[in-house]
């Protein structure tokens, strides 16, 4: 584990895609999605469940895999200074539609328990204009998630 933390840290310095490459998009997608989690200070039990199922969804991990992805996350999220270095990699890598496709998700997990307290909106608005989205992709995130 320590050593895929560290391949983690070293392709965020490489400007090259590397063949661990899906497992660190994998890792920087959950720290930010565990970060709206952390967002209100309240770890409730259908955010955790939601982060587990929007992780082996979206990614088609196994459960194992998303365990290991998940504590890397918790760990990376509890030392992280900011959000940039885990915006960074997803901004060298993923499409306008796929970085809509993450918030999209961000706003699942700020979902999952009811409801959406300020401090959650707030770090997914912060997180949405680092991924370079317009106002305009942000909403329609937020929308795809409200609406049935």
Not at 25 to 36: D, H, K, M, P, T
Not at 52 to 71: G, K, N, R, Y
Not at 101 to 118: E, F, P, R, Y
Request: with cysteine; proline share 3%.
């Amino acid at each position: 584990m320590i050593n895929k933390i560290r391949q983690f840290f070293d392709s965020l310095t490489q400007e090259e895609a590397s063949p661990e490459q899906p497992l660190n998009i994998e890792v920087a997608c959950a720290v930010l999605l565990f970060e709206v989690i952390n967002a209100d200070g309240e770890l409730s039990p259908e955010e955790q469940e939601k982060l587990s199922t929007i992780i082996q969804s979206h990614f088609s991990l196994h459960q194992e895999e998303v365990f290991e992805i998940i504590d890397t996350a918790k760990k990376l999220s509890d030392n992280a200074n900011d959000f940039h270095q885990f915006t960074s990699q997803l901004n060298r890598h993923y499409s306008a539609k796929e970085k809509t496709q993450l918030v999209a998700l961000l706003w699942q997990i700020a979902l999952a328990d009811g409801h959406i307290s300020a401090i959650e909106e707030h770090t997914i608005r912060k997180i949405a204009d680092l991924l370079y989205l317009r106002h305009a992709e942000y909403i329609q995130a937020k929308l795809s998630v409200e609406s049935p």
